[in-house]
T-cell receptor, first 114, second 111 residues
Framework: EADIYQTPRYLVIGTGKKITLECSQT?????MYWYQQDPGMELHLIHY???????EKGDLSSESTVSRIRTEHFPLTLESARPSHTSQYLC?????????????FGSGTQLSVL | SQQGEEDPQALSIQEGENATMNCSYK?????LQWYRQNSGRGLVHLIL?????REKHSGRLRVTLDTSKKSSSLLITASRAADTASYFC???????????FGGGTRVLVKP
C-alpha cells in the first residue's frame, strides 16, 4: 500500500553515537514529516518539509536535524545520542491535494539509546 | 498541549460488539482524520471528515463531527479481533498541512 520506507526498523546504540534514521518515499509527495512517539502515547511533530531544501521544526523541540536534498528522501540525524532520545520515530508523507489530504506512514524506527 | 484528546484511553469489547471512541479538539479545523496503528507499526489512514460535514461512513466505520462542541466520534460496528489496535484522531488546522494527533484509544477485541 504505502510506498514509504524507514530503516533501520530497530536500532540499539550507546550514548554519544551519531545516528541517521532513513526515510524514503516513492509517491512523489512534496510534504514529509517526522513524528516522535513514546509507547502508548500521542505523536509529536518534530520536523517537516514542504519540498526540496525546505525544512522546519515542529511543535516538539528536538535535538535532531533533518535535510531534504531530494524529494524522495528525508533523513533524520542525531549528532550525539542520549538515553532521553529513546523513542519510536515515524516518518510520513502527503501531498495534501484536494483529493488526498491524508498522511502515509512508514513502519517506524524504534530507537534505544543505552 | 495536545490539540486532540481521545476518550476512553482504552476499550475492551467482545467480537461482534460495537466500539465507540471520542475525540475533542481545541482550535478551529479544516478537517479531522482518524488513523489506526497496530502495535509497533506506523499509522494507517481510515477516514477523513471535513469541517462542513457532520457524518461520514466507510464500510464498518462511522464518523461524526460536531464543530460547535469541537468533538468527533468514531464507531466501529460488528468488531473483529483484527480491529484490535490503537485509534488516533488528527486535526488539520486552518493553516493546513500539519496534522496534530491525540493520545489515542487502545481497543482490544476479544474473540
Amino acid at each position: 500500500e504505502a510506498d514509504i520506507y524507514q530503516t533501520p526498523r530497530y536500532l540499539v546504540i550507546g550514548t554519544g553515537k551519531k545516528i541517521t534514521l532513513e526515510c524514503s518515499q516513492t509517491m512523489g509527495h512534496d510534504k514529509m514529516y517526522w513524528y516522535q512517539q513514546d509507547p502508548g502515547m500521542e505523536l509529536h511533530l518534530i520536523h517537516y518539509s514542504y519540498g526540496v531544501n525546505s525544512t522546519e521544526k515542529g511543535d516538539l523541540s528536538s535535538e535532531s536535524t533533518v535535510s531534504r536534498i531530494r524529494t524522495e528522501h528525508f533523513p533524520l540525524t542525531l549528532e550525539s545520542a542520549r538515553p532521553s532520545h529513546t523513542s519510536q520515530y515515524l516518518c510520513a508523507s502527503g501531498d495534501f491535494g484536494r483529493a488526498n489530504e491524508k498522511l502515509f506512514f512508514g513502519s517506524g524506527t524504534q530507537l534505544s539509546v543505552l | 498541549s495536545q490539540q486532540g484528546e481521545e476518550d476512553p484511553q482504552a476499550l475492551s469489547i467482545q467480537e461482534g460488539e460495537n466500539a465507540t471512541m471520542n475525540c475533542s479538539y481545541k482550535t478551529s479545523i479544516n478537517n479531522l482524520q482518524w488513523y489506526r496503528q497496530n502495535s509497533g507499526r506506523g499509522l494507517v489512514h481510515l477516514i477523513l471528515i471535513r469541517s462542513n460535514e457532520r457524518e461520514k461512513h466507510s464500510g464498518r466505520l462511522r464518523v461524526t463531527l460536531d464543530t460547535s462542541k469541537k468533538s468527533s466520534s468514531l464507531l466501529i460496528t460488528a468488531s473483529r479481533a483484527a480491529d484490535t489496535a490503537s485509534y488516533f484522531c488528527a486535526t488539520d488546522k486552518a493553516a493546513g498541512n500539519k496534522l496534530t494527533f491525540g493520545g489515542g484509544t487502545r481497543v482490544l477485541v476479544k474473540p
